[in-house]
Every structure is written in C-alpha cells, then in structure tokens.
C-alpha cells in the first residue's frame, strides 16, 4: 500500500518464505568499545565496497518528523527508513522476504503462528543492547488505539489484532486469528523501537512529541544502517553512519560503507534537476524522475549513468462514475449513469483509447501499456494470459452499436455519438491540476473518444477538490487517476478490490457487493488471504485480473518506468521499482573515490 497517488493514504499490508531455511552468516565482532560480544551479523552479496564518504540526495520537501509511529508524508518515511529496520524485510530487488531483525522464523501447521528468532547480539544506534522486550514494547506501541499509529490497520488479521508475547530474551511469537498467506510481510517497514528511549513518554502520553526534527541525535536511536547528526531548518538533513549496524559485507567490512547521508530540501523537481545537473548531489529518483527532465540528463557530459529500471508498480487508469447515488443524483447525471454502467459502453471505451501514444507522448516511450491492475514490473503476480486487445475504433463502434447507440451529424458537421433516446453522449474528465502527465492523458482520451462521436470535457481540479468529488460529493462523470503499490503482493491493493474498501473509486462506500462479479472477487480476495501457498494464490489472483478485465471497472492506461539517476563514482547504485527506488541498499551504496563526493 506507499504514490504517484494516495501513497500516504492506502499503504496496505509473495511467495511464503520460510525464514528458517535461509543460511545466515554469524561471526564475532568487537562494538566501538572494544568489548567482545557475540554477533550474528547479516552477510550481504554484492559488489565489496570501500568505507568512507559521503552521499548527496535531494528530497523535495522536509521530513515532518523522525517518529515511525506518526509518520504520514513521505519525505519522513524515506529518512526514517534509513534510521530504522525491521524484523522481517522485503527485499526491494527480488520482491521477497528475507531476514533482518529476525534471523530467522517458523509458521505453526495450521499457519496462525509466526515464531520468531533475533540476532545475537544486536544494538541500537546509541549503543544500548536490543532483546524481545524491546520487540514486544514496539508492537505494544503500534497496537494501542491511544497511540494512533498508522502501522495499526496492518496489524489486524481476521478482523483482531495480531498477538505478541515472549517466549525467551531472543523469541517472540506472534498469534493471528486466522491464516493470512502474506504475513511475513507485514513486518516490513515494523520498525523494533527501543523501550528505553520511548517507554518513558509513552507512560506520560507524549509520544507524538518525541522524536521531533528538533530533538538531538542522542535522544534517537534505530537499527538501521544511518543514525541523526545534523538538522538544518530549511537547507538539510545530515544522517551519520551506525557503527553497530548489523550487516556486513563479504570479506565482513561492518556495513554501511558511507560515513556520511545528506538531504538536501528543494522546492520541486526543476530545483532537484539543476542540483544534479550542478553535481551538487550525486543520486537523483528519491522522488519521481519524469520522462523530459531524464532524457535532458541523458544527454549530459560524461560523468553521470542515467538508469531505466523499466516499469514500477503505478497504474494509471480511467474510470466512471457508477456509485450507487438514488434520489441524490441529479437527472444529468443518472442519465449518463445508464451509460457508464453498461459494460459493452466501457469496454468500447477502452478499446478506443490508443495507449501506445500515451506512453509515447506523456513518457516518452519510457512506461509500458497496460490491460490491468498488475503491471509488468510486478513479475511473480502478473496475468501474462490476460488479452491485451489492440486499439480499433470499428470494435468499438461495434459494441456501442449492439448496446443501441448510434450516430447523427453534430453541428460541426461530425459524427455524434447518442444512445437509444437520442441524447448526445457528452461527459466531463476530471483530473488534478498539478499532475501535468494525467491531465495530458485525460486530453489524448479526449481526442480519441471524439473519434468515436462522444463530446469530452476535461477539467482540471486542485487535488484536494478532485479528492472531495470522488469520495465524497460523488459529482463528477469520469476520472483519470494513478494508484502505485508499496509492495508487489496483491494484498497491498485489497482496498481498492474489496467492493467495501475504501479506494473502490467506481463505486465506494458499498454495505455489499452491487453486482455479481464484485462479489467474486470478495470472495477470491478472501480466499487468497488464507492460501498458505504462492501457487494457490496467484491461482486466485489470476482470476481476480480476469474478472477486472471483463467488468472494466478500471480503464488501465499505462505505467512509467522508474527513470533514476548517479554519479558514475557511486557505487552497488542498483535501482528497485519498488519503493524506495534508490536508497533501499543504502548500507551497500559507497563512493569508488572519496575525493569525488560531494563537498561541504
């Protein structure tokens, strides 16, 4: 669930992975102070690094704050990613689970226990040793309703919260109330939070005043691979190296390499640009790089690797209004309605829309067209069996035909489209203003849907109004948004595919399913929550996507690839399409010459 859209609002909770089969490096290690401790450090493959330096980012807006448990914006959740680790992680490049916190876990027969084993010898950032109690104060915190944490709605399987209890100082076991085929992944992004820093203002509820950017990096402290140096109201953000991080590489150098991880604040994606143009920081695609300001860095001087990494998980899409309105739709709109809820009418739409000159034009041919809700950068959970039906504006008319529109001459002397009483078929496109490659995708379906003598109407809304109509008033014909996963497993969408969820844009707010066809898929969303097997699941999802397909509830348009860029001194720079795209291995990131970073 975070977006190009709603990446803050709908975060949700792919193949079980079994933690216990997954050989883990251990080794002795000596911390700062030159006492010997047992560790259990987590060996990484990789490119071998070499230590010091320091790395340049851009982040188009300030953090919020430090604190996991209030966290809402997104420049928060990237920081604090990199202060921060969980239990069980998912690695961005394979879109898998795999150790971290938790060397190692078993899943009960009946698959309603999750045991969990810690590393020997871990640390917090401050130095102060980690056990199960820290891990049992965390998900206390996450799971009190005082406490307001957003992670809380993850933490609810089968309609009750997850049970947490010690068995040992280094195990934890975790009950739930029903078998959920992706739990494991629900410990990615659970940061372990250390008790004695928080337990103290969580007994005095002040939480939500702890861990503010102004606080000093000693009252901070995680398990990730960067710990707080330096905050700069308005100019940066200087995280510091953790010298009691828990991975290492393979000749076992302590990771991260980099001494040093500065943001830089800028206004937007222009000031982020010229920053990196200027060689003032050394990674750009923190924030979404677009199609005309990569192929501008492409042409630069030597010196810089601009990187496609082919298409994320954002999925832009068309779709109508088909809300269950009653008495409270106004007769233009119940008139329309008769249109946009017969499926021959959105399917004649769909094939009219020429998605291939949407990637062209709005990407510049860097994004992919799309038949679905899974896009190919999602490679384990696509439907490759899924029609991807050529644009053709005669099966179009066609179908439009049978469901009994035809054609008159308009005043302008064109074919105009008009249903079975004459009325001309005429609706509005809304979209948010300052998305520019939207309403550029709004502005293409209009001209293509004027090929088949429907009279369009794009307009512009400031997000938050466009936000209202949707979810709110529900006055609006169509809409043009994009919705973009935090995670590749199908459960990160079950709001959207729930027909009682709460991004079910085409028709929210339902008691129960409207139709037949969104009650299969509640039913297959259901089952495939308690599949304890990959192949079980991608079965039903398979499904799921074919069911979409039919109904288009969604018009799915097209998804852009993930455009990064880096100096060519950075190295081990290998960008996900998952989120984060290029700091997810921050720990192994590391300069080839340090008198190339960026200086002071």
Known sequence: MGLAFLSALFLLAICLCDGSSISQAKQSASDISGTSTKEELFTLPGEVGRPGGRLVVALRAEPKTLNPLIAGDAPSRQVIGL??????????????????????????????EYVLKLRQGLRFSDGQPVDADDVLFSFQLYLDENVHAPQRDLLIVGGKPITVRKLDSHTIAFGLAKPYGAAERLFDGLAVLPKHLLEDPYKQGKLDQSWTLASAGSQIAGLGPFRLKEYVAGQRLVLERNPYYWKADGKGTRLPYLNELVFLFVPN???????????????????????????????????????????????????????????????????????????????????????????????????????????????????????????????????????????????????????????????SIVVSSSNAERTKMAALIQDDLKQLGMRVQVVPLEFRSLLDRVTQSKEYDACVLGLVSFDADPNSDINVWLSSGSSHFWNLGQAKPSTPWEAEIDQLMELQLDSRTFDQRKHLYDRI?????????????????ILTGAKNAVGNFHPAVLEPYVLWNAEQLFLRNTSESTPR
């Open 269 to 427: 994606a222009d000031a982020e640009v010229i920053r990196f143009q200027s060689g003032e920081t050394d990674v750009i695609g923190i924030s979404k790089v677009g199609a005309d300001n990569f192929s501008a860095l492409a042409r630069q001087p030597r010196g810089i690797t601009m990187t496609d990494a082919g298409p994320g998980l954002e999925y832009n899409f068309l779709f109508f209004n088909l809300n269950e309105l009653g008495g409270k739709a106004s007769p233009d709109l119940a008139r329309k309605q008769k249109w946009f809820k017969d499926v021959s009418f959105r399917r004649a739409v769909s094939l009219a829309v020429d998605r291939a000159a949407i990637v062209r034009l709005v990407y510049q041919g860097r994004g992919t067209p799309i038949w679905g809700p899974v896009t190919p950068g999602n490679h384990r959970w696509l439907n490759e069996a899924l029609p991807h039906p050529p644009r053709s504006l005669d099966g179009a008319r066609d179908l439009l035909r049978s469901s009994g529109f035809d054609w008159k001459k308009g005043q302008d002397g064109d074919p105009l489209l008009v249903d079975s009483s004459g009325a001309p078929v005429e609706f």
């Open 545 to 561: 996507q074919v069911i979409i397909n039919d109904n288009q509830p969604f018009i799915f348009l097209a998804s852009p690839d």
């Open 83 to 112: 202060m921060q680790s969980d239990l069980i992680h998912i690695n961005r490049a394979t879109q898998l689970t795999e150790p971290a916190i938790a060397k190692s876990w078993t899943v009960s027969k009946d698959g309603l």
